[in-house]
Nanobody, 119 residues
Framework: QVQLVESGGGLVQPGGSLRVSCVASGNIFRINDMGWYRQAPGKQRELVGV???????NYADSVKDRFSISRDNAQKTAYLQMNSLKPEDTAVYYC?????????????WGQGTQVTVSS
C-alpha cells in the first residue's frame, strides 16, 4: 500500500515563509514526477509546481520566484518551500506523485495540509 503524507502546514503572516513536506511510503520501486497542488475555498484544485525524478522543476506563474520544490529521492520526500507568502496563497496543499509499485504505475495523492496566510 503506497501512501503520501504531507506535513508542515500552518498559519503564517503575509510576507512570511513556510516549508511543507511530503513523504512517500509503501511498496515503492520508483517515484517519477512529484507535484504540489492547492485548493482554496470555493475554487478548483490548481497546480503549484512539479519536480521530475532528475530534479527539473516547473511552476505556476502565480508562485514563480516565490516558491521552490525540491526532493530527496533516498528519503522518498518532496518539499515545497514557500516564501513571500500572500493571503491568496491560503489553501489546502496536496502532494501528488506518480509511483511505480510492485504491480502498477499509478498516481497517488496525499491527504492535504492547510496553509493559512493571515495577519
Amino acid at each position: 500500500q503506497v501512501q503520501l503524507v504531507e506535513s508542515g502546514g500552518g498559519l503564517v503572516q503575509p510576507g512570511g515563509s513556510l516549508r511543507v513536506s511530503c513523504v512517500a511510503s509503501g511498496n515503492i520501486f520508483r517515484i517519477n514526477d512529484m507535484g504540489w497542488y492547492r485548493q482554496a475555498p470555493g475554487k478548483q484544485r490548481e497546480l503549484v509546481g512539479v519536480i521530475t525524478s532528475s530534479g527539473r522543476t516547473n511552476y505556476a506563474d502565480s508562485v514563480k520566484d516565490r516558491f521552490s520544490i525540491s526532493r530527496d529521492n533516498a528519503q522518498k520526500t518532496a518539499y515545497l518551500q514557500m516564501n513571500s507568502l500572500k493571503p491568496e496563497d491560503t489553501a489546502v496543499y496536496y502532494c501528488n506523485a506518480v509511483i511505480l509499485s510492485q504491480f502498477r504505475l499509478e498516481e497517488y495523492w496525499g491527504q492535504g495540509t492547510q496553509v493559512t496566510v493571515s495577519s
